[in-house]
T-cell receptor, first 117, second 114 residues
Framework: EPEVTQTPSHQVTQMGQEVILRCVPISNHLYFYWYRQILGQKVEFLVS????????KSEIFDDQFSVERPDGSNFTLKIRSTKLEDSAMYFCASSDMTAIYSNQPQHFGDGTRLSIL | GENVEQHPSTLSVQEGDSAVIKCTYS??????FPWYKQELGKRPQLIIDIRSNVGEKKDQRIAVTLNKTAKHFSLHITETQPEDSAVYFC?????????????WGAGTKLIIKP
């Protein structure tokens, strides 16, 4: 069964540095998402991406964050000037075609644990 | 915007008994309600989902019910087994244009006692 893959599995970074989290969505999926889960808390939506542009973003997704699809397979989340509170598990997800009344399931990767020191 | 409340936060049941987790949502326009199971340190995995045009859906020991009028939906696990121990999250889709974001509940830690 095809899977969403994420790299690295764990990233340790000094506060103030930039990090790039990488994701390879399922190959025939068209919608991509980033979520964040602070340890022991709920999963929080960050951003969705379709047709090479952001579809939606949450209040969390401020100017510190950006996403990119640099080629036909990768989907990246960049976090600039990292802060201690950015420490969390970051999940990438992808889904097939969606329409207003035909939402398709989102499939998640294993996540990247980001630790800011 | 959408808000999803989930109860209880922790549920401990005897192996073989049933477990029920309940969620409520606020936006009547939400029309897709998945349930995810997350084992410690692992990805959320979709276990069952339901759309707003259906009142109940079943898959072996797992069932989900939806009450659109009351805006609540529930996960039912029968004949619980040790491997059912995990954190379960409900979610609701908040639809905007042709895309949607999932708004998640806070999670329920399910403990199956042997």
């Amino acid at each position: 069964e095809p899977e969403v893959t994420q790299t690295p599995s764990h990233q340790v970074t000094q506060m103030g540095q930039e990090v790039i989290l990488r994701c390879v969505p399922i190959s025939n999926h068209l919608y991509f998402y980033w979520y964040r889960q602070i340890l022991g808390q709920k999963v929080e939506f960050l951003v969705s991406f379709y047709n090479n542009e952001i579809s939606e973003k949450s209040e969390i997704f401020d100017d510190q964050f950006s996403v990119e699809r640099p080629d036909g397979s990768n989907f990246t989340l960049k976090i600039r000037s990292t802060k201690l509170e950015d420490s969390a598990m970051y999940f990438c997800a992808s889904s097939d075609m969606t329409a207003i009344y035909s939402n398709q399931p989102q499939h998640f990767g294993d996540g990247t644990r980001l630790s800011i020191l | 915007g959408e808000n999803v409340e989930q109860h209880p936060s922790t549920l401990s049941v005897q192996e073989g008994d049933s477990a029920v987790i309940k969620c409520t949502y606020s936006d009547s326009a939400s029309n897709y309600f998945p349930w995810y199971k997350q084992e410690l340190g692992k990805r959320p995995q979709l276990i069952i989902d339901i759309r707003s045009n259906v009142g109940e859906k079943k898959d072996q020991r797992i069932a989900v019910t939806l009450n659109k009028t009351a805006k609540h939906f529930s996960l039912h696990i029968t004949e619980t087994q040790p491997e059912d121990s995990a954190v379960y999250f409900c979610a609701a889709s908040y639809t905007m244009d042709s895309n949607y974001q999932l708004i998640w509940g806070a999670g329920t830690k399910l403990i199956i006692k042997p």
